[in-house]
């Protein structure tokens, strides 16, 4: 009935914007609902049964709606929750999962690497912004534990490369020949946030930027006492 009631109105609700919307929306469902009712034929009126079952289908319609329009808010009050609560990480020292470098003249960031085992080779391979490899370094024969690696911001040439921001990738494999897995952090202090489709990212001192979601560690900065 609706169906048909809907192929009738079709210029009234646009033939277009069925084609857009393949669900209808709830004031939608209503006005057709009463367009049925009013071009029903009083011989031949609109069964209780089926009447009540389109006043259900009305009814889960609009429960759905409203589910979703709470799950919405819900979603941008824990966004703005999350941007309060992230105000009180700036001028703090964190350490966070990743990889990317920052140079700045003949200086670069460190980031420090993790081996889980023994590995005989360690591969380190720095990209730039555009994920162009632009220099690989070899170190051998290394234990597991964590290590810092510091670029010297230069490319296979010898030649210093513009400043920006740059990302390291390790590989390693083990005496045997099997991988070694590496993490990798990197660290500084917080000095602004933004939020970005729904999630939160810190700006540290150096430019980079870190996710909310991938600190591990906060440090409040020494304070040294000037009397």
Do not use: C
Request: proline share 3%.
């Amino acid at each position: 009935m609706i169906d048909q009631i809907l192929q009738q109105q079709g210029g009234f609700y646009g033939t277009d914007q069925t084609k857009k919307n393949d669900a209808l929306g709830k004031d939608a469902f209503l006005k057709l609902l009463v367009t049925q009712l009013q071009h029903q034929d009083p011989l031949n009126p609109l069964d209780d049964k089926e009447f009540i079952a389109q006043l259900a289908q009305f009814s889960s319609l609009e429960q759905m709606t409203n589910v979703a329009d709470g799950i919405k808010a819900l979603t941008e009050k824990t966004a703005q929750q999350d941007m309060l609560s992230a105000v009180n990480y700036i001028g703090k020292n964190v350490t966070a999962s990743g990889s990317t470098m920052t140079k700045i003249g003949n200086a670069t960031t460190p980031v420090f690497f993790t081996l889980s085992d023994t590995a005989a080779t360690v591969y380190a391979n720095v990209y730039d912004d555009n994920n162009n490899l632009i220099r690989t370094e070899k170190f051998t024969s290394m234990q597991a534990g964590e290590f810092q690696f510091t670029w010297d911001g230069t490319d296979y040439n010898g030649q210093m490369v513009p400043n920006g921001q740059y990302h390291v990738y390790f590989g390693a494999e083990s005496p045997t020949g099997s991988a070694v897995f590496v993490d990798t952090e990197v660290s500084g202090t917080i000095t602004g946030l933004e939020q970005s489709n729904g999630a939160t990212y810190f700006q540290l001192a150096d430019g980079r930027k870190i996710n909310f979601n991938d600190i591990r560690k906060v440090v409040q900065p020494m304070v040294s006492d000037q009397d």
